[in-house]
Structures are given as C-alpha cells and as structure tokens.
C-alpha cells in the first residue's frame, strides 16, 4: 500500500500548522515549525495568495494528514458522511476521529497516529474481546478496547502508557491502570482539535 515516508515535520511546514505528528516532538522547541514557519522548498517563503480552489485543497490536505489517510480511503470516508444526517462536514471529522488507530492515539497509548497504526497492526489491542489489526475500522458507543494480555508486558506498551501525559478526551473512559478503555459517546465538533474549516472540504467535492 502506498505511503508518505518523508519527513512528518516537513508537512506541518507545508501546511503552516502543527498537525502533531511527531508525538512529543512537537511539544518541544526542537519542532521543525517552530523554527521554519515557511513553508518547504527553494521558492516555500515566496509562496503568493492561494486561488479559492488551491485553499479548498489545502484544508483537504490538512485534515488527510492529521489523520494519516490517503485520497482512495479519505473519500470513502467522504462519501459516507455525505449520506449521513446532519452537516457532512462534520460528520466527516466524526467519522475521522473514531478510527482505531485515532482513538489509541486519543487513549494516550501511543505518541502519534503513526505510532498508533502500527500498533494496532501489529495485533497488541483487543476490540469487545476479540482481536483487532485494522487501524481504519470504526468505533461504536459501547465498545471497548484493551491492551491485549500478552502485549501487557512489553516495555514499549507499558512505557507508553505509563508515561503518557494526554488526558483522553470525555467521549473515552479510559483506566490505565488495567489498560482499557471504553467509548461512552460520540466525539461533537467542539472535542475535535483541529482548526480547519471542514465547509471547503464539502464546496471542494461538491464541484
């Protein structure tokens, strides 16, 4: 399957905004961004004013990135929305934020996305129970996650999640303590944190 393997702080540049994509890296006053706000490339600071179309793209671009998903699956995900009720913008992030891997990443029990996909790839959490690798499947009210009992001891499990500082959002009620966590409601747009205006994604495919 195709994937970015470049530099993760090269497209925060691109996108001049933190996407978080290098865990807690980004924290830190080693982030690429907070060094060079520019964006990347000979000619990145000489860059003019976006056309409305090259602005739509840009906030499609930045939401794909902060959640680590390519066109083929993004749109996917897009039409979906659209044929949900309510605003398609919004049900799109909704959709977006109750990834497996986005809401690992949200329990705290990994430093970013990536790292996030990997492990769930990698077969370490249990879903309701039962074994579950498909980062991209969607969570429901009720279900809940567990770090799965072989994977308890491994140092890179327990470091995480014992080292971890992010306070899960309200939609997860999450025990560290036995590694578990269960999704109690469905996350709004106010529990989202990302400043993107998701109106353009919709004007962008509604073309």
Known sequence: MARYTGPSCRICRREGQKLYLKGDRCYSDKCALNRRQTAPGQHGAKRGKLSGYGT????????????????????????????????????????????FDNIVYR?????????????????????????????SMTISVGDVITVKETS??????????ENST????????????????????????????????????VELYSK
């Open 152 to 161: 308890r001891s491994s140092v890179k499990i327990k470091s995480l999640v």
């Open 107 to 135: 329990l705290g029990f990994a430093n970013s996305r990536k790292e996030a996909r990997q492990l769930v790839r990698h077969g370490h959490f249990n879903l309701n129970g039962h074994k579950a690798n498909i980062p």
């Open 166 to 201: 992010r306070v899960a959002p309200k939609w997860l009620d999450v025990n560290l303590e036995s590694m578990s966590a269960k999704m109690v409601a469905n996350p709004t747009r106010e529990d989202i944190d990302l400043e993107v205006a998701e109106h353009l994604i």
């Open 56 to 99: 739509q793209l840009r906030e499609k671009q930045k939401v794909k990135r902060f959640y680590g998903v390519l066109e083929t699956q993004f749109r996917s995900t897009y039409d979906r929305a659209e044929k949900m009720s309510g605003i398609t913008g919004e049900n799109l992030l909704q959709l977006l934020e109750l990834r």
